[in-house]
C-alpha cells in the first residue's frame, strides 16, 4: 500500500472500486481495484487468485496491463494494480455522442473493432496455458488511452463473479449483453464473448444497447427472437453484416475471432499498426 499514494477514485468498476493512483518510486499514475473478500468462501478465494495469476499472464497491447496486487489482510482486501487508461470507458463516449447527437465515425468504428478482436484473439488463442474467456463484455469493460487505443479491460474476473458469487447477488446491473446460449443455462464459451462485442459494436453505431427492455423477461424475450434493428443507415451494409452475423442466435453461426481477423478493414487496420 505504501508504494502506491491513491489520488481519487474515478469508477465504480462492476464488483469494486476503480481509483487512480501514483507510484512514489517513479510518480508513474496506475489505477487499482479494490476488492473486498472478507465475505468470500475459501473456494472463492482460490478462484480469485487463480483469476489474478491469469491476468499476469495476459499481455497484450489491446488489453488493460496488469502491474501488481497488494493483499490487506486487515481489512480482508486486495488491491488489482492496473495501467492507467486516460481516455476513460466507451460507456462515459457513447453517452457523449448521444447527448451531442453525434455518431461515431464508422472509420472509428471498424478501428475499435479491430481492436476488441485482436484483444479477443490473444485469450481465446493463448498459445501456452488454456484459453482465456472475458464473460463480461459491455462499454463500461473497453477503455481507451491517452491516444484513442483500446484496451479491454475486467479480463477473467468475472468468472470469480460468475453469477454464483457473492458479488453477482450485490452488484445488480441489467444483463444487456447476455448471449441467447446464457439465457437458456448453456455453457458459457467463446462465441459467448462474440456476442457480447457484437452488442458493444451495436451499441457504438446505434447509440443505444440493440435490445432494450424494462424487465429481464422481457429482455430475454426480445434477445431471443433473433430481431436486431438496423444501425443508422449512415453506417455501410457491411458493417451491419458484421454486427448481425456476431449476433447470430445459433452461436456456431457466429464468427470466432479467427473469421474476424480475415475481414479485409479489420485486418488492413491491424496490418498497418502491428
Ligand atoms: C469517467 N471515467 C474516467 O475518468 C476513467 C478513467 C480516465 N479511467 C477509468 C477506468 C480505468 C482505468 O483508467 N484503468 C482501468 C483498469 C481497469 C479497470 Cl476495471 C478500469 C480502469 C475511468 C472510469
Known amino acids: 500500500m505504501d508504494n502506491y499514494e491513491k489520488i481519487q477514485e474515478i469508477g465504480k468498476g462492476s464488483f469494486g472500486s476503480v481509483s487512480k493512483i501514483k507510484r512514489k518510486a517513479d510518480g508513474k499514475v496506475l489505477v487499482w481495484k479494490e476488492l473486498n473478500y472478507g465475505k468470500m468462501s475459501d473456494k472463492e478465494k482460490q478462484q480469485l487468485v487463480s483469476e489474478v495469476n491469469i491476468l499476469r499472464e495476459l499481455k497484450h497491447p489491446n488489453i ?7 493483499i490487506d489482510k486487515d481489512q480482508a482486501k486486495i488491491y488489482i494494480v492496473m495501467e492507467y487508461c486516460e481516455g476513460g470507458d466507451m460507456a462515459a463516449l457513447i453517452k457523449k455522442h448521444k447527448r451531442d447527437k453525434e455518431f461515431v465515425s464508422e472509420e472509428k468504428i ?34 481507451f488511452d491517452s491516444s484513442g487505443n483500446v484496451r479491454i479491460g475486467d479480463f477473467g474476473l ?18 444487456y449483453y447476455m448471449s441467447p446460449e446464457q439465457i437458456s443455462d448453456q455453457k458459457y464459451n467463446e462465441k ?35 430481431k436486431i434493428e438496423r444501425i443508422p443507415t449512415q453506417y455501410s451494409d457491411e458493417l451491419f453484416k458484421v454486427i448481425q452475423s456476431m449476433m ?4 456456431d453461426q457466429r464468427p470466432s475471432v479467427d473469421d474476424l481477423m480475415t475481414i479485409p478493414k479489420i485486418s488492413h487496420f491491424l496490418k498497418e499498426n502491428q
Not at 158 to 175: C, K
Not at 248 to 251: D, F, G, T, V
Request: hydrophobic share 35%; with cysteine; net charge positive.
Open 64 to 70: 488493460v496491463r496488469y502491474y501488481d496486487r497488494i
Open 110 to 143: 471498424w478501428k475499435i473493432l479491430a481492436q476488441i478482436v485482436s484483444g479477443l484473439y490473444s485469450c481465446h488463442r493463448k498459445k501456452e496455458g488454456n484459453r482465456i474467456l472475458h464473460r463480461d463484455l459491455k462499454p463500461g469493460n473497453v477503455f
Open 158 to 175: 468475472s468468472r470469480m463473479m460468475g453469477e454464483e458469487s457473492v458479488y453477482a447477488q450485490t452488484h445488480v446491473g441489467t444483463p
Open 192 to 226: 459467448s464473448d462474440i456476442w457480447s462485442a457484437g452488442c458493444v459494436i451495436y451499441e457504438l453505431s446505434a447509440l443505444r444497447a440493440p435490445f432494450e427492455a424494462t424487465n429481464q423477461i422481457q429482455l430475454a424475450m426480445k434477445i431471443k427472437s433473433g
Open 248 to 251: 447470430s442466435l445459433e452461436k
